[in-house]
């Protein structure tokens, strides 16, 4: 069972409550997409998202957006070698979104 770093044992009395926050934290899967880039730096660029992702405990689960298509990998970075698009100046990329589920956070070029 994964566990999470223990409390710093100071003058604070042993916080039970806290321990579960930050164990389930440290546990809790990260929510990532795989999307598409086309014509970047050019007069057309954009992008659109190919699949969604989760990451937990060393391995991926990725579903693409517009087909049945389920993956599980070994990690999420693997997800850019099943959608990589056959045009040039395209690519792929992870982005993942922010522990609060909000705006995204982190761009990983692939």
């Known amino acids: 069972m994964p566990n999470v770093p223990p ?9 039970f409550e806290r321990e579960l ?17 086309y014509d970047v730096g050019g007069p057309g660029e954009d992008a659109c998202v190919v ?3 989760l990451a937990r405990q060393g391995r991926a689960d990725v ?19 099943y959608f990589q698009p056959e045009e040039d100046r395209c690519g792929v990329r992870l982005v993942w979104l ?12 692939a």
């Open 7 to 15: 409390q710093e044992t100071g003058q604070e009395p042993y916080d």
């Open 21 to 37: 926050h930050e164990l389930v934290c440290w546990n809790a899967p990260r929510v990532f997409a795989v999307v598409a880039t």
């Open 51 to 53: 699949a969604w992702g």
């Open 63 to 81: 579903f693409a957006v517009d087909s049945a298509r389920a993956f599980r990998l070994a990690s999420p970075e693997r997800a850019v070698r």
């Open 98 to 109: 922010d522990e609060d589920g909000g705006d995204a956070s982190v761009l990983t070029a």
